[in-house]
């Protein structure tokens, strides 16, 4: 008879985690803002969507990033370390397109969005941040 209500309680209990944990993806509404750097000659500005997630989440950016003047300029995910990724770029007066993704827990919780000087990298210094990818 114990045996047979541990078992019964341990099913119950697995239906329950089982359901409120779903597919592990979405645990929280997402909350939306917006976003703006103007460096030199560039802007780039958008949207951004945080996704609460059981463990972490993330933070999606999208926009655009556009140059009036000349040079390159890129709007770059950069590394608690200093290392960049481009996530856009432009040279001389045009746009691109900005659509990024990036965590907001964990090992990368203090990395950040910059608007820089575009160089060939990895390595980007002359830069104006956007944020860090924490919510605050």
Do not use: H
């Not at 750097?37 to 990033?65: F, K, P």
């Not at 575009?118 to 210094?125: E, K, L, Q, S």
């Amino acid at each position: 008879m114990i045996d047979t209500v541990a078992r019964t309680g341990a099913i119950a209990l697995t239906t329950v985690l089982a359901a409120s944990l779903g597919s592990g993806v979405a645990a929280a509404p997402e909350s939306t803002g917006s976003w703006s750097v103007d460096y030199v000659t560039a802007t780039a500005s958008g949207t951004y969507t945080d996704v609460a997630e059981i463990i972490g989440g993330t933070r999606l950016y999208e926009g655009d990033l556009v140059n009036t003047g000349d040079g390159c300029f890129a709007l770059v995910a950069k590394s608690n370390v200093g290392y960049g990724t481009r996530v856009a770029e432009v040279c001389g007066p045009g746009s691109a397109p900005v659509v990024f993704e990036a965590p907001t827990g964990g090992a990368d919780m203090q990395s950040s969005l910059e608007l820089c000087v575009d160089t060939a990298g990895p390595i980007f210094v002359d830069c104006m941040a956007v944020g860090y990818f924490a919510r605050p």
